[in-house]
């Protein structure tokens, strides 16, 4: 029992993680860091699997960068 519930909240978090990789890398990007909104097809690609990995600390970076 322990073990599926691990299983899937990791799946949850992943899952969370390929949504919001893909509007950051598409939108977010350029306003947390604003050379990255000059960059590249290759560039975005590369981030994307941390963007997917490390989402809630983006997230909160995205807000902060908003107001």
Known sequence: MP?????????????AG??????????G???VDEHAAVAGLGFRMIIF???A???PFLLSR???ARS
């Open 3 to 15: 073990a599926e519930i691990l299983v899937g909240t990791m799946t949850w978090y992943a899952a």
């Open 53 to 55: 990995a490390l989402w």
């Open 62 to 64: 995205w807000m902060r």
């Open 29 to 31: 990007v350029s306003r």
């Open 18 to 27: 390929v949504v919001f990789a893909i509007v950051f890398v598409a939108r």
């Open 49 to 51: 699997p941390g963007v």
